[in-house]
Structure formats: structure tokens, C-alpha cells
């Protein structure tokens, strides 16, 4: 017998599958957590193949069985199961009723489509799940504590006990206050004492100049402690988020991101100013029912069960409410992503004319996010008219009862409940039913509270880029890199990127590495610099492994510019010397020389002080290069790491530009594609299916009949050509033309033989 299903929502791009996986499992009752089947099974940045999907299921313990079937025949699958959505998506079908089908999309949330809707989507595949002897139930994993996910706070109970003490003390005001209109409707008014008046109205005023003084006091401390709070709490968040590996990021949309970051803000709302209200909430409806019960206890039975009738309808409406908030997360977090990128891509979407159809995607996605405030403003509203609604019948109820006993003690000649006693009461009823209902919708906001934590834990818990070699900045160490039998893939069942591959990089050399587009070249330099780990084998500095010299401590000894790198909002000056605290303009203008973009930035009106924006509006793609490389210049790396760095610019400037890098010392590891720029490295590697093939060594001794600089020339050379193929070494004499150009290092060959 299986259960209903608790959704659950994917936090990477493309893993749906895993998702709809751990749906699957907490129907038949195992709680597994997305984080530990990510970690289980790692899913490829391209996501699930429905072969992939069957075996990850096998590895849950389940047996599946995957179907082609009719839309008329959804009524007939066991469910829950898994379909097949939009040709790249899955989703987990829950209920099919007549011409209602409901399901838990995790890429949305909860769906209620009709028919002819999932006809829209369903590919006409599904998957049912069956339970086999490896099946075990796992119990739900321990509730992450807030420590985890916001990190050590300073000051926490010292503030919180302050403020809870002046606090405290006003309520003691609140409590005493009802009792002035008992005295003045009992005792002033039946004896008509004006001095009494007086005494009473100058005491409880002063009484309420020092609860307002108290009341103002509180207030502000409040302020001071949840500002504190969400600069501690932000910040520790912040600092994790920035300590996260490379691949964090690239698995997540970045309104996805930055809606996980803001769940600190509601969580410290809650946890602050909402909890110290409702423990004083607490204290003050239990000081209120007391003295309800000392005035007239049935009328508290009354005013007791108006306020259980009010819980049991919150109570009730706490699921929708909690699947259209955690819908309402997840859509806007699309929506916030759509918007971004979109303003990212305004000149290509102005260039293909699509800014009407980019438009009316990012009129739906409002819609859904609206369609959800509709449903939870629907929710409220429902709740405060069941609020208005019971509480009116109990003021009633309370008013017809205790003016009951009033006339009943009238007319038996004793004292029941006097018209003063009545009037106090009423005062304490509405601070009880006031306080308990704001109690209600605590534990309501703080049971929700657990859809932020589970959002925030996706940056909270994830494992920082494994760090923690003391600072060094290996001055002693050759600049030299190697991989050792080094394997890479993105998944389990990914193909293989690079599989046992050995390169020596010794320092001060300079190598291109080629090969066709796709190969995996930017891959091998991110493996590298310590960007990807490596599934097999390791990557070296100086004949060391890198996690063991520390990873920030290797990449300051390099300087990279990478094909996704981007300008960030500063002026030039900024951007090439990286926002450094103790910017050497020298130096920045030197690196800018080096990188030949001075003479662009000195013609500019505002020079080095040229303000670009993050996406360096005003500069040509040549400049960013040239700036990035600049940039990259300015920490003075003893290795350069270039991806298409030069890509952009024509011939003669990327000529100009690998003259003055030759002067360098320096290791330089170049991504390319250009001939000119491949031809300007002293050695040629080529990527192809996961292996690195040598292919000409540079340079060589030329005759001394070679012409001279800056003249061209073809004059055919014997050379020998090293080819390494899956292990086999190959080494064949090949008639070779060498074209010379500007010199040694911008020459390039052309295979005769």
C-alpha cells in the first residue's frame, strides 16, 4: 500500500529524474533526501536518459517498468509513476479522476491538469516502480539545526535577553490595564467620587507614558538585533556560498541562486522578531486566561473553544498553503532567472527579432508566479473571514452570557459579575483571543520555515572547494604542471572526457593545446587549475599535488583569462588590477601595454577611469580580451592560461600581442583554434576522444639560409612527427613546409608528405 507522495522540488537544472526518484520513494515510505541522491548518483549537467533513470531506481531498491502507452490509458498505471514530460522532463503522476489529473512536477510544483492538457506535455511514456527484495525504508534523516545553515552568531542570547526582559514588563502593563475600567465603571461611576477620577487617570497615565516609552524602547532594540542578526547570518551565508566549487554554479539557474540566498532574510524574520513576539504572546495569553477564570470561568470555556475552532482551520488550511508557497518559490525563481537572462541577451534578441515571443515567455511565467499569490491571498482572505467570523460568534456569545449573569446576580441579590467585571473581561478576552491567534499563525510561519531552511540548506550544507592549506606562495617551486593518469567526467554515466592522460608542462614553456570543438579542451584546463577534480589520477605544481600545496595557493601563481570571464561594474583601472585594495596604477598601465589595449584606454575621454559596466557596454570584443588579459598580467603569475583569449582579435594585434607574452617568463598553456596562434607555441597538443596527441615540437634549427624577419616564405623541412594513438607510439619522417612569418614564434607548418 502505498502513500501519497511528498514533492519535492530539484534544485540543479536537470535533475528532474532524481526528483520525481525521491517522490517515488516517500510513497513507500523511504525518506531520502535529493542532496543524498545527488551525492549517490551524480547526474549529468544534461541530465537523465530514461536508461539512466531504471538504474538509479535499481539502485533505490525498486524495479521498474517502463511502458508506451495511450492517453486514455493514464487511469490504468499504478500509481504514483513516473511520465515522460516534453520530451525533456519528468514528472510524477499522482491521481487520475474523470478528466482530472494531478501531478507533482519538480521542476514546479503540484499540477491539477485536465486531459487534454497532459496531452499537450505526456510523450506517451511512463515508468511504474515496484519494490524488489533490495527495497530497505529509511527513516527521515534528523532536522538540520539553524547553526548549520546560518553559522555562528554573535551576541544572540545577550540581545534576545534584553529584550525579552523590557518585554516582559510591558506586559505586566497590559495586564493591569483593564483593570482601570473596572475601577472606573464599579467604583467611580456608582459613587459618582471625582477625586477617585483623578487619581485613577493620573495614574494609569503615567502608567502608559512608560509603557509607550518601553513599547519605543523594545522597537529599537528589535531593529539592532535583527539588522545584526541578517549582517551575521547574510555574511556567514555569503562567505560559504563564495568557498563553493565552480561546478555548484554551473548546475543551477542564477535566480535559483539568488532565491535560495534570500530564504536568510525570512528565516531571520521569523526566528527574531516573530519569535520574541510570540513567546511573549505565549506568556500573555496564559496571564489573560487566568484572570478570564477568575472573573468568570465559563465564559473563558467560551472564549477557549472559539480559539480551538480557529486552530483546526489553520491547521486544516496549512497543506495548500505550504504547496502554493514552496510553488510560489520555485516559479519566481524561474521568472527572476528569465529576466536576468533576458537582459543579458537584449542585443542577440533584438538582432533574431524575438523580443515579442521573449516577452510572452516572461508573460507566462509572471502569470504562474501570480497565479500562486492569487491562490495564497485566496488562503488568507479564506482565514480571515473564518477569523472575523468565529471570534464575532464568541463576542456574542460572551456578551449574552455574562450579561446573564449580571441580571441573574440582580435579581438573586448577589454579586455574580458586575458591569465594571464585565467590561475587564472583555479587555482580557480580546488580548487572549489576540495573543493565541498570533500564536496560531507562528506556528503556522514557523512550520513554513522549514521550506526555507530546505532551500537555504542547498547552499548551507553543500561542501566547500576543499581548501585548507595554510597560505604560501610557492616562490620555491618551479612553474611547471603535469597530470598524472588523469581521468574526468561529468557523471557516472557520461562518456568520458579525458581518460588516462599524462602531460608535462615544464615551466617556462609554452603549449597549445588543440583539437575539435567539443573535445574537452576548456575541461583540461579547468582540470588544471584545480576547477574540476579529477576522477582518476592528479594534477601537479612543481612535481606536488595541487590539494596539497592548497588550491588559492596555486592559483596565485597563475593568471588565467577563460572563455566565460567577464568585466565586472568599475572603471578600466579597476577591472585590470581586479578591484585590489592597493592598486599600482604603474603597474595596471604596464600590463595594458603588455596586453596592447593603452593606446585604446588613452583615447578614451576618461582614460583608465573609463566606467564600464558588467557586461562591458562601449568595448569591442578585441578590447575585453585584451582587458582580461591584462587583468590576468596583473598579479604577476608565473603561469598564463589562456581559452581563445585572442579569438577576437585580427592577425596583426594577436601578432603584436604573443611578441610581447614571448618576452615573458613565463608557462604559458593556450586554448586555440587559429593556426597563427597555435603556430606561436614552442609545442602542439591535440584533445581528440578523451587523449592527448603530441604532434610537432618547437622549435627547431633553421638553416642559415633562412630569410629573415618579417619576410614570408615557404621552404620545405624535414621534421619528425610524434604521434601518440590510444597508447601507441608512432614515429614517422614527414616532408613538411614551413611558412615563416613575422618570426619563430608566429610560424606555422603545412604537411607535404
Not at 425 to 449: C, K, P
Not at 539 to 565: A, C, F, H
Not at 690 to 700: K, N, Q
Request: aromatic content about 6%; hydrophobic content about 50%; some cysteine.
Amino acid at each position: 500500500m502505498t502513500a501519497r507522495p511528498t514533492l519535492v522540488l530539484q534544485s540543479e537544472i536537470a535533475e528532474c529524474g532524481l526528483a520525481c526518484l525521491a517522490m517515488i520513494a516517500t510513497a513507500h515510505g523511504t525518506a531520502v533526501t535529493l542532496p543524498e541522491l545527488r551525492a549517490r548518483f551524480p547526474a549529468a549537467l544534461k541530465g537523465m536518459a530514461l536508461r539512466d533513470l531504471l538504474d538509479v531506481a535499481a539502485g533505490l531498491g525498486f524495479s521498474g517498468r517502463p511502458l508506451k502507452l495511450d492517453l486514455s490509458l493514464l487511469g490504468k498505471l499504478s500509481l504514483p509513476c513516473i511520465l515522460h514530460w516534453d520530451m525533456n522532463h519528468f514528472v510524477v503522476l499522482t491521481k487520475v479522476r474523470g478528466q482530472a489529473v494531478t501531478v507533482l512536477d519538480p521542476a514546479v510544483g503540484a499540477r491539477r491538469l485536465t486531459v487534454a492538457e497532459v496531452s499537450a506535455h505526456f510523450t506517451g511514456v511512463a515508468v511504474e516502480f515496484t519494490p524488489n527484495a533490495a527495497f530497505r525504508p529509511v527513516a527521515p534523516a534528523p532536522r538540520v539545526s539553524l547553526g548549520a545553515l546560518t553559522g555562528k552568531v554573535l551576541g544572540l542570547r545577550r540581545s534576545l535577553t534584553q529584550v525579552l526582559l523590557v518585554a516582559l514588563v510591558l506586559e505586566l502593563f497590559a495586564i493591569v490595564a483593564p483593570l482601570c475600567n473596572q475601577l472606573i465603571v464599579d467604583d467611580v461611576l456608582s459613587s459618582g467620587d471625582r477625586d477617585l477620577l483623578k487619581v485613577l487617570v493620573i495614574g494609569f497615565g503615567l502608567l502608559l507614558v512608560t509603557q509607550t516609552a518601553l513599547g519605543l524602547a523594545r522597537s529599537w532594540m528589535l531593529i539592532l538585533l535583527s539588522q545584526t542578526l541578517s549582517l551575521q547570518w547574510r555574511g556567514n551565508t555569503f562567505a560559504h556560498l563564495m568557498r563553493l566549487p565552480v561546478g555548484f554554479f554551473e548546475r543551477r539557474h542564477l535566480g535559483d541562486i539568488t532565491s535560495r540566498f534570500g530564504a536568510v532574510e525570512a528565516i531571520q524574520k521569523t526566528l527574531t522578531s516573530s519569535a520574541v513576539e510570540a513567546v511573549l504572546d505565549g506568556l500573555m495569553a496564559v496571564a489573560a486566561l487566568v484572570m478570564m477564570a477568575l472573573y468568570a470561568w465559563p465564559l473563558a470555556l467560551v472564549v477557549i473553544g472559539a480559539v480551538a475552532v480557529y486552530g483546526l482551520l489553520r491547521w486544516a488550511a496549512y497543506r495548500p498553503l505550504k504547496e502554493a508557497s514552496a510553488e510560489r518559490l520555485v516559479v519566481a525563481a524561474r521568472e527572476h532567472t528569465h529576466f536576468l537572462e533576458t537582459l543579458r541577451a537584449m542585443t542577440p534578441l533584438k538582432l533574431f527579432g524575438r523580443e515579442q515571443e521573449r516577452g510572452a515567455q516572461w508573460q507566462n511565467l509572471i502569470v504562474e508566479v501570480q497565479n500562486r499569490d492569487v491562490r495564497t491571498a485566496r488562503l488568507a482572505m479564506a482565514m480571515s473571514a473564518a477569523n472575523a467570523f468565529v471570534f464575532g460568534v464568541e463576542n456574542l456569545a460572551v456578551l449574552y452570557l455574562g450579561a446573564g449573569l449580571i441580571l441573574d446576580g440582580q435579581q438573586a441579590g448577589t454579586v455574580t459579575m458586575t458591569v465594571g467585571m464585565l467590561f475587564a473581561f472583555l479587555s482580557y478576552r480580546t488580548q487572549f483571543t489576540g495573543r493565541v491567534s498570533a500564536l496560531i499563525d507562528f506556528a503556522v510561519e514557523f512550520r513554513m520555515l522549514g521550506l526555507h531552511a530546505e532551500r537555504l540548506a542547498d547552499i548551507a550544507l553543500e561542501p566547500p572547494e576543499p581548501d585548507e592549506t595554510a597560505a604560501n606562495d610557492l616562490a620555491h617551486l618551479d612553474a611547471s604542471l603535469e597530470l598524472r593518469d588523469v581521468s574526468f567526467r561529468y557523471g557516472e554515466r557520461e562518456p568520458w572526457i579525458l581518460r588516462h592522460v599524462d602531460l608535462t608542462v615544464p615551466a617556462g614553456q609554452s603549449i597549445a593545446i588543440t583539437g575539435p570543438s567539443g573535445a574537452g579542451k576548456t575541461t583540461l584546463l579547468k582540470v588544471l587549475l584545480g576547477l574540476l577534480e579529477p576522477v582518476e589520477g592528479e594534477v601537479r605544481y612543481g612535481g606536488i599535488p595541487l590539494r596539497q600545496l592548497g588550491l588559492k595557493n596555486v592559483r596565485g601563481r597563475i593568471g588565467t583569462v577563460m572563455q566565460e570571464d567577464v568585466l565586472l561594474s568599475g572603471s578600466l583601472a579597476d577591472n585590470i588590477a581586479f578591484f585590489d585594495a592597493r592598486q599600482d596604477l604603474a603597474r595596471v598601465r604596464a600590463c595594458a601595454v603588455l596586453a596592447q589595449i593603452d593606446d585604446d584606454i588613452r583615447a578614451m575621454p576618461m582614460g583608465y577611469q573609463t566606467l564600464v559596466g558588467d557586461l562591458g557596454g562601449g568595448l569591442s570584443g578585441g578590447q575585453k580580451q585584451r582587458l582580461l588579459l591584462a587583468r590576468a598580467l596583473y598579479r604577476e603569475p608565473k603561469i598564463l592560461a589562456l581559452d581563445e583569449a585572442t579569438s577576437h582579435l585580427d592577425v596583426d594585434r594577436e601578432r603584436a600581442v604573443a611578441a610581447r607574452l614571448a618576452d615573458l617568463p613565463l608557462t604559458r598553456l593556450i586554448i586555440a583554434h587559429r593556426p597563427d596562434t597555435i603556430a606561436g607555441a614552442e609545442r602542439v597538443v591535440v584533445l581528440e576522444r578523451g587523449a592527448l596527441h603530441e604532434t610537432v615540437h618547437l622549435p627547431f634549427r633553421w638553416p642559415p639560409s633562412m630569410p629573415s624577419r618579417g619576410e614570408f616564405h615557404r621552404q620545405p623541412v624535414d621534421l619528425e612527427l610524434i604521434h601518440i594513438d590510444d597508447g601507441t607510439d608512432f614515429h614517422r619522417p614527414r616532408r613538411w613546409m614551413f611558412i615563416r612569418g613575422m618570426g619563430p614564434r608566429t610560424s606555422g607548418f603545412s604537411r607535404l608528405t
